[in-house]
């Protein structure tokens, strides 16, 4: 009796079981879930381990302009990442077009091939980015702390043009009209 191979079909079965009860008919791919979550935690022990391997102390606690400037670069990128025209690209292996969305922008859809789905969710989706491109940046910080930096800034620069972007299009739009 293989009771190795018996374990890993049961093992199987109940995860199928599990999935399906939680999905309540819809399409949710929690095994790419899963697999993203592994790779998210290999991403990062790898960004952990390069970090203890340079001996930098750690601090004691971020500083706040630091955290203000992760926020606003974490978000400039991940909105580029995601939703940007230019950087389609990237997507489209995952992805299916939709509509355009806001300026500059795109609406593009996971596709529904299992192996992609998850993939396609993730670049699509800014939150979810965010998260990646947040310990991204904070690695970043901790092991090239003026060249992050430095790109970090012009990253919050690019979000600020983009505010006066749309800042300056509401006004015209209010004034004239159009």
């Given at each position: 009796m293989n009771t190795a191979a018996d374990g890993r079909l049961a093992l199987h079965g109940l995860l199928q079981r599990t999935g399906r009860r939680?999905?309540?008919?819809?399409?949710r791919p929690l095994g790419g879930y899963l697999a993203a979550m592994a790779g998210f935690a290999t991403y990062t022990t790898a960004w952990?381990?390069?970090?203890?391997?340079?001996?930098?102390?750690?601090?004691?606690?971020?500083?706040?302009?630091?955290?203000l400037l992760t926020?606003?670069?974490t978000f400039?990128?991940?909105?580029?990442?995601?939703?940007?025209?230019?950087?389609?690209?990237?997507?489209?292996p995952f992805t299916r077009?939709?509509?355009?969305?806001?300026?500059?922008e795109v609406h593009e859809e996971a596709q529904s091939d299992d192996a992609k789905h998850t993939v396609g969710e993730l670049a699509t989706c800014p939150f979810c980015m965010s998260v990646w491109v947040a310990s991204t940046l904070t690695a970043g910080q901790?092991?090239?702390?003026?060249?992050t930096r430095t790109a970090m800034g012009g990253l919050a620069a690019l979000a600020g043009a983009d505010?006066?972007?749309l800042a300056y299009s509401a006004l015209i739009e209010k004034t004239t009209g159009e």
């Open positions: 939680y999905a309540a008919g819809h399409d952990a381990t390069a970090v203890r391997m340079r001996g930098r102390p750690l601090p004691d606690r971020p500083e706040p302009w630091d955290v926020s606003i670069a400039r990128l991940s909105r580029l990442l995601t939703k940007a025209s230019v950087t389609s690209p990237l997507r489209a077009y939709v509509a355009p969305q806001g300026p500059a901790l092991l090239w702390p003026r060249a505010m006066l972007q």
